[in-house]
T-cell receptor
């Protein structure tokens, strides 16, 4: 079957750097997206990787290695407002998007 | 530009009843998606519309679920009759690109079946 694995929880300190990993097993893989969701809110798009390598958007960066079926989201200079759930999402054949179960990030002061 | 809107925000119904959820995508977005998230689990794909046509409905759990998209604008998702396991948050998303690489999500409808 098609699935994505990511850690259920990560805790980090304000100002630190945290990496959220995602491994995927899909058919017809086209790329990996990342979404942020605050409690009670809508998932919001953060980044998309179609090619291997690092994509940087401000404090957030996302990495993809297609040969390893692996990606990660890197959050730098953590702020309290970054406390949220983070989902990786794989884009597969037929334009279907498969989401992981999400990683809950707790940022401590 | 208005975002994706969903109605209602919450719905509590009894087992066996019918519920209809509505989604209004961002204007001009041909692609519309429905997802469901049961507490603590993945955001599970239900189906994908391109304009008024169903591109992929492989994620629909069973024939108690019926989705429509009138005139390629808003979409409805009807659950009839509802079962306890249908409880969860139903998200709608829309995108301009056919691949759905950047999707804009609505706030979701929290459905509780008792």
């Amino acid at each position: 079957g098609q699935s994505l694995e990511q850690p259920s929880e990560v805790t980090a300190v304000e100002g630190a750097i945290v990496q959220i990993n995602c491994t995927y097993q899909t058919s017809g893989f086209y790329g990996l997206s990342w979404y942020q969701q605050h409690d009670g809110g809508a998932p919001t798009f953060l980044s998309y990787n179609a090619l291997d390598g690092l994509e940087e958007t401000g404090r957030f960066s996302s990495f993809l290695s297609r040969s390893d079926s692996y990606g990660y989201l890197l959050l730098q200079e953590l702020q309290m407002k970054d406390s949220a759930s983070y989902f990786c999402a794989a884009h597969t054949g037929g334009f279907k998007t498969i989401f992981g179960a999400g990683t809950r990030l707790f940022v401590k002061a | 530009e208005a975002g994706v809107t969903q109605f209602p925000s919450h719905s509590v119904i009894e087992k066996g009843q019918t519920v209809t959820l509505r989604c209004d995508p961002i204007s001009g977005h041909d692609n519309l998606y429905w997802y469901r998230r049961v507490m603590g689990k993945e955001i599970k794909f239900l189906l994908h519309f391109v304009k008024e046509s169903k591109q992929d409905e492989s994620g629909m759990p069973n024939n108690r679920f019926l989705a429509e998209r009138t005139g390629g604008t808003y979409s409805t998702l009807k659950v009839q009759p509802a079962e306890l396991e249908d409880s969860g948050v139903y998200f709608c998303a829309s995108s301009q690109d056919a691949g759905g690489y950047e999707q804009y999500f609505g706030p979701g409808t929290r459905l509780t079946v008792t």
